[in-house]
């Protein structure tokens, strides 16, 4: 899966007809319809999805299917054995936290737990510790980052070295990390967060990339090039810069599926979950689309819930593809139903803190509802 | 709409029934009813309003009529279209917060959100930074105020502009400012929040002057002089000082809603929601009353969320009379349709709050409330 350092070729884009009766297309269909047939614990909720697990859109160029996001997530979310142990259920860190954003990094920290996974950290500025710790005692907070001001110019490369031990000491621990809500855009904090990055890579750690993150990536695409690992979550703004960069051309509403997989190519490896109106998600082989209806507010920080849960999913998927038994199983990118779980599961939430907070709905009401909506998806008794 | 500085003329005072019959209330009038239909599907709670829109009341020595504060709320309050994304409900931006308060700017920003708002975020002193990023992970709190005991004289002027520089860089993406909740009395303080409040006169973003920001409005009311967006929403005791400072003599209750009139005319351009037991708003040309009954509690902050609410929705009354299609609707002010959706809502939920939490209730359980009223008045499906 993995492509070697700057092989930024560019790959001829395929058009949506000729898409959808590829070889490529056509396998990965075969594995996504093998990967989702009904649960049998799902309740009746599932039973409308369980006659066909995909179903296809015709949209403008391009194939897209919508994906059984519920099936996904019933499949991927593993049991709550009695016999396991702490940690086993996932154990996600959060980078990214400043002197100016301490929302957003716990709302990615907390929301992991919320969806299940039994220890979440936070690696953030200590201007922002402080304040993150307060928001929860839930979180494990590391106060190590550090942004310009507080670093003098001749200390600058032991200061960032010793950030990267420091970091690096943790991180085979973490089943996923999710790099930049509240990031900032310090220049000194953020080449500490790319070589961050650069070892999670060597560590194969899998690596949600939100927010600044997204800024970093996309004045560094060779950060998470060839890296099959990597997911990046652009919001409309993050994409059109992303594209701009690494495309050089601008959005294209009308082919939107065959930009996204382009994209995706031309950077290599990663998936992209561009989020909108229906969150489009790519790998460069196929495009899925997750289009339930959420919540017609738009606070911030939903896109943080999202990250955090991508995280928790994106490891559960790839323990399921590894430990799964048949093997059309083990080509499924994991990282593709993470999105797709971390997607709906967003979307279910947000649709019942609105139906009950209305218009004063905020981020805090839709991560309490998380549990909620796994729960009515994939009962923890199954 | 603007007059040049330093334009301080003296304008005939309005007697009742001349104003009355003026044709600039008459024109008003005219204006205001045609604006506030009864909306389709505000449900039965506004039949008791649609049949009039506006109800007279004869008060002492001038006409002031009592707005039809639902139908407002229900006529600029944005539908909750699915294709909108985050930002476009509103940005609000709170200038305050030192070492001694805390509380005021909190409640302004949070309110801002559970109005609807998207984003909300506070500029305070680094010292308040830490505790309000601490009351939610909701708001967006930027330390970068300082108050004289932490400057050193020679530092003033570099550390004034840093401040300016700072604070500019975000002003363009706000749809309406509030300043002045926890502003508190220092004068270093208050010179870099004058320098705030012309920076934004000159970007044209709404501005609602509140508590502190009112104490420097007072001594320099040069600051909102002739800009018809500034809002000021004095209290009993604040009114009393404007009034000293501006007219030059004592408030005279007989004839309070024409020494309302003239001190908006004398300012210039400017709203003013004299806060009481009946709420008076006007912009020298009209006198409007929001009367029904809120809370016989008295607990300080009910005054911070009122000017958070009026922020939203001014930004949205603004919205929608720049979008209607009705040229008449153009020429009503959007900043008094603000605030006589402020008003109302803040009285419904605070009347709400009380009947729940009775002489216990605090600021808080108004706010938790902003949410139910506004849905009462305005349901999010509409």
């Given at each position: 899966m993995s492509r070697p350092a700057g092989a930024w070729r560019h790959h001829p884009q395929h058009r949506g007809h000729m898409w959808a009766t590829s070889p490529a297309f056509r396998r990965q269909l075969v594995l996504l319809r093998t990967l989702l047939p009904p649960h049998p614990a799902a309740g009746s909720s599932s039973s409308a999805s369980s006659s066909s697990s995909l179903r296809f859109r015709a949209m403008a160029s391009s194939a897209v299917y919508e994906a059984d996001a519920e099936a996904v997530i019933r499949r991927i979310t593993p049991p709550l054995d009695r016999a396991r142990h702490k940690g086993?259920?996932?154990?996600?860190?959060?980078?990214?936290?400043?002197?100016?954003?301490?929302?957003?990094?716990?709302?990615?920290?907390?929301?992991?737990?919320?969806?299940?996974?039994?220890?979440?950290?936070?690696?953030?500025?200590?201007?922002?510790?402080?304040?993150?710790?307060?928001?929860?005692?839930?979180?494990?907070?590391?106060?190590?980052?550090?942004?310009?001001?507080?670093?003098?110019?001749?200390?600058?490369?032991?200061?960032?070295?010793?950030?990267?031990?420091?970091?690096?000491?943790?991180?085979?621990?973490?089943?996923?990390?999710?790099?930049?809500?509240?990031?900032?855009?310090?220049?000194?904090?953020?080449?500490?967060?790319?070589?961050?990055?650069?070892?999670?890579?060597?560590?194969?750690?899998?690596?949600?990339?939100?927010?600044?993150?997204?800024?970093?990536?996309?004045?560094?695409?060779?950060?998470?090039?060839?890296?099959?690992?990597?997911?990046?979550?652009?919001n409309v703004y993050e994409y059109k810069r992303l594209v701009q960069k690494v495309l050089n051309c601008d959005i294209n509403q009308e082919a939107a599926s065959e930009q996204l997989t382009t994209l995706c190519q031309k950077i290599g490896g990663v998936t992209i979950m561009r989020k909108g109106k229906e969150d489009l998600i790519s790998d460069g082989k196929t495009v899925t689309q997750v289009s339930m209806f959420g919540s017609p507010r738009r606070c911030g920080g939903q896109g943080d819930i999202l990250a955090g849960s991508v995280a928790v999913f994106s490891s559960w998927a790839q323990q399921f593809v590894l430990a799964n038994e048949q093997p059309t199983d083990k080509r499924v990118n994991p990282m593709t139903l993470g999105c797709i779980a971390g997607s709906l599961l967003l979307r279910k939430a947000a649709s019942l803190a609105f139906q009950k907070n209305k218009r004063s709905t905020v981020t805090t009401d839709i991560i309490e509802l998380l549990g909620k909506s796994l729960e009515d998806i994939c009962p923890a008794e199954h």
């Amino acid at each position: 899966m993995s492509r070697p350092a700057g092989a930024w070729r560019h790959h001829p884009q395929h058009r949506g007809h000729m898409w959808a009766t590829s070889p490529a297309f056509r396998r990965q269909l075969v594995l996504l319809r093998t990967l989702l047939p009904p649960h049998p614990a799902a309740g009746s909720s599932s039973s409308a999805s369980s006659s066909s697990s995909l179903r296809f859109r015709a949209m403008a160029s391009s194939a897209v299917y919508e994906a059984d996001a519920e099936a996904v997530i019933r499949r991927i979310t593993p049991p709550l054995d009695r016999a396991r142990h702490k940690g086993q259920a996932g154990k996600i860190a959060v980078i990214g936290g400043c002197r100016e954003y301490t929302g957003a990094p716990y709302f990615a920290a907390i929301s992991a737990l919320k969806v299940g996974a039994d220890l979440s950290h936070v690696f953030c500025t200590k201007d922002a510790a402080t304040v993150i710790k307060s928001y929860s005692p839930e979180l494990i907070v590391h106060p190590i980052l550090e942004e310009s001001y507080s670093v003098r110019d001749d200390e600058r490369v032991s200061v960032s070295s010793k950030i990267l031990t420091e970091v690096a000491k943790w991180m085979e621990r973490f089943d996923c990390i999710v790099v930049g809500p509240g990031l900032g855009r310090d220049s000194f904090l953020l080449d500490c967060v790319g070589n961050i990055m650069k070892h999670a890579r060597q560590a194969n750690i899998p690596t949600v990339v939100d927010g600044d993150g997204l800024f970093l990536v996309t004045n560094n695409p060779g950060l998470v090039e060839g890296n099959p690992l990597a997911i990046l979550t652009p919001n409309v703004y993050e994409y059109k810069r992303l594209v701009q960069k690494v495309l050089n051309c601008d959005i294209n509403q009308e082919a939107a599926s065959e930009q996204l997989t382009t994209l995706c190519q031309k950077i290599g490896g990663v998936t992209i979950m561009r989020k909108g109106k229906e969150d489009l998600i790519s790998d460069g082989k196929t495009v899925t689309q997750v289009s339930m209806f959420g919540s017609p507010r738009r606070c911030g920080g939903q896109g943080d819930i999202l990250a955090g849960s991508v995280a928790v999913f994106s490891s559960w998927a790839q323990q399921f593809v590894l430990a799964n038994e048949q093997p059309t199983d083990k080509r499924v990118n994991p990282m593709t139903l993470g999105c797709i779980a971390g997607s709906l599961l967003l979307r279910k939430a947000a649709s019942l803190a609105f139906q009950k907070n209305k218009r004063s709905t905020v981020t805090t009401d839709i991560i309490e509802l998380l549990g909620k909506s796994l729960e009515d998806i994939c009962p923890a008794e199954h």
